[in-house]
């Protein structure tokens, strides 16, 4: 149980983000608490994660760069080739020091919904997921994800959702990030529905 709530929540994310950052967030957090109902996880926990997941979404390359310093966050070769998905990491860090009180769970949802995690709660999956299929998402599959919400366990879930998002690296020849394989071969791979 966090002691910030999520109306002083969303009132901090309100002050802080662009307008077009906090309706995504809005989205991401009623997402999630929808997803986590329907798998009887921490409703509570699951929208103050979806709303604070983007804490720093708003937040320049270099400043990430800067920040992830300040907050201690461990900075690889790599994560400065995409320092874009530091934002989940820095903005956990930096949600850590503002609300000392924030729960743990919470935390590592923020962290890990842009790469994935070798651990990930069933909180942190739903984010990932709920980032992916809030309702203004559109692409290729995303009805198919829709859809899939309580048709299936979460874990499938988190796995049908995180093959749909590496599969878009790939089209578009991104860089994998190393975490990304690290998620993929210890959450996805050989694993079947
Ligand atoms: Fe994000
Ligand atoms: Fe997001």
Redesign the pocket.
Known sequence: MSDLSFDEALAAVDERLSEESREHCARVSETAGRIADVYDVDVEAARLAGVL??WD?DTSADELLVRAAAAGVDVTEEDRLVPYLL??RVGAAELAERFPGLDESVLEAVAT??LGALTMTPVAKIVYVA?MLEPVRSYSGVEELRDAVGTCTLDELFRRAYTRSLVRVLERRRHIHRTTVETWNRHVAGERA
């Open positions: 997941h983007d979404r934002h989940s919904h842009t980032d």
